[in-house]
């Protein structure tokens, strides 16, 4: 798996919406791609984060409530007194209700995958749905992985009649106003790596933020021109956003590499970004919302 600058941060499944409902192999990594289960990633030498995937016709699609904010589920306050807060880029306006500082994109030509302008881009910040909610065990977070998201193993049928309260923890809408462990897109899920930031640093809320706001706008950027559909089309889209990064959504991208700081025994959320394949970083961070 190739890494480049945030590689491993960013985790997406692509999902064949019009076939089983399910995951489909992908696994890509910032600027590089590897056949699996997964993709890491938005391509180039940025944080692309938030990532994951399911298939609309999956569980992918529930959303959950949620009161947000890092100070659900009571081990918060015990994770705040070991957060060790870490800078973030002053790279420009790009914080969350401010436009956007990012550079010009050349458009893309005949109609073929590539990025947009986006200026003034508007991140919007969703904060994580809560910590530790308790509406997943272990065995059924292993279960949805295989009915939902495994490209080997998963099943339209069976992920729709999975357990209802522990979908909606794990999977929400791109829509909702606060995030769950996976996030639904057009044709994939993202990891929420920036809520998994903010339940466990709730210190480092500018950098989950930040995060976050990349993603976004690498999205906005993309998400026109080149629609998920399938694994090839997936792929384009990893191209579109690497390249992205550079252009529309340089400045983003620069505040989100705040997220390479967050390593070391010193910081409870490193687990949010260390894992290299799709299945490890949702087994990692779906507890961390839905379980114990």
Sequence with gaps: MHKSGFAALSIFVVVAAATSGCATASDSSNG????????DGSGGDGAHGDSGASHDGGAGDSSTGGDGGSTDGGNTTDVAVACKPVMVADAGTTAVG???????????????????????????????????????????????????????????????????????CLSTD?????????????????????????????????????YMANDECAEASCSANCPVVDDLSFQDYLGCTSTASQCACSAENARAQCATLVSGSMHPAAQCLTATTFEQFFKTVAPIFCGQ
Excluded: M, R
């Design 32 to 39: 590089g791609q590897d056949a699996g289960a997964a993709g």
């Design 98 to 168: 401010t436009g956007d500082a990012g550079g010009v994109c050349a458009p893309p030509t005949g109609g073929q995958c590539g990025p947009i302008d986006v200026a003034p881009f508007q991140a919007s910040w969703h904060p994580p749905s809560g910590f530790h909610q308790g509406l997943c065990t272990s065995a059924q977070i292993d279960g949805y992985y295989a009915a939902c998201l495994d490209p080997n193993t998963a099943n339209a049928t069976t992920c729709a009649n999975f357990d209802a309260a522990c979908t909606a």
């Design 174 to 210: 791109e829509t909702a106003a606060s995030y769950g462990p996976l996030i639904a897109k057009s044709g994939f899920v993202n990891i929420n790596i920036g809520g998994c930031i903010e339940l466990l640093e709730p210190c480092n809320h500018d950098c989950a933020q930040a």
